[in-house]
Antibody, heavy 119, light 109 residues
Framework: EVQLVESGGGLVQPGGSLRLSCAAS????????MDWVRQAPGKGLVWVSR????????SYADSVKGRFTISRDNAKNTLYLQMNSLRAEDTAVYYC????????????WGQGTMVTVSS | EIVLTQSPGTLSLSPGERATLSCRAS???????LAWYQQKAGQAPRLLIY???SRATGIPDRFTGSGSGADFTLTISRLEPEDFAVYYC??????????FGQGTKVEVK
């Protein structure tokens, strides 16, 4: 079964750090570009970051640029999101999503991991 | 900056009725990158439509996407109980990435 499973969320104080992981199974992660999308409680979807298949090209939403770093370990079939200098407005469910060039859209999503930034 | 505006915010309908959801871009966009997702409460989004009008694998034919330029529509021909959810449109906006509409909630009347 093709699946993405996020982990690493939790409660963190403002200014703190957290690293999210997204484990892929049922497909070869190295063949796909991957993205992170977040959703604040009761709000809509917001794109956060993208990484290409070999990990050398990344992009970020302006709201997280300079604070978040996306990376991947294709050997471990795992995607990461390192989040530093966290703010209250980063509180959200974070989803990893697979980008399929056949669809030019996100065809597989993880179940999400909740990040709460609060003192 | 491309902004996607979805309307209405909430659609109150009964099972069996037709739902028409709108997604309007602030400027003309590529249909190739216009997608629609369904999100049920507590679940991850699911890809319904890609390329503005193509159904993703396993999506029932009661879901139809249409449109071009700056105006796109998702139509659900006959609402089934499992179709009551929030629907988002999405578009690639180049650097740095993607944007979503704010969502349309389809609720039971």
């Amino acid at each position: 079964e093709v699946q993405l499973v996020e982990s690493g969320g939790g409660l963190v104080q403002p200014g703190g750090s957290l690293r999210l992981s997204c484990a892929a199974s049922g497909f070869t992660l190295s063949s796909y570009w991957m993205d992170w999308v977040r959703q604040a409680p009761g709000k809509g979807l917001v794109w956060v970051s993208r990484i290409n298949s070999d990990g050398y090209t990344t992009s970020y939403a302006d709201s997280v640029k300079g604070r978040f770093t996306i990376s991947r370990d294709n050997a471990k079939n795992t995607l990461y999101l390192q989040m530093n200098s966290l703010r209250a407005e980063d509180t959200a469910v974070y989803y990893c999503a697979r980008f399929d060039f056949g669809y030019d859209a996100f065809d597989i999503w993880g179940q999400g991991t909740m990040v709460t930034v609060s003192s | 900056e491309i902004v996607l505006t979805q309307s209405p915010g909430t659609l109150s309908l009964s099972p069996g009725e037709r739902a028409t959801l709108s997604c309007r871009a602030s400027q003309s966009v590529s249909s190739s990158y216009l997608a629609w997702y369904q999100q049920k409460a507590g679940q991850a989004p699911r890809l319904l439509i890609y390329g503005a009008s193509s159904r993703a694998t396993g999506i029932p034919d009661r879901f139809t996407g249409s449109g071009s330029g700056a105006d796109f529509t998702l139509t659900i021909s006959r609402l089934e109980p499992e179709d009551f959810a929030v629907y988002y449109c999405q578009q690639y906006v180049g650097s740095p990435g993607w944007t979503f509409g704010q969502g349309t909630k389809v609720e039971v009347k």
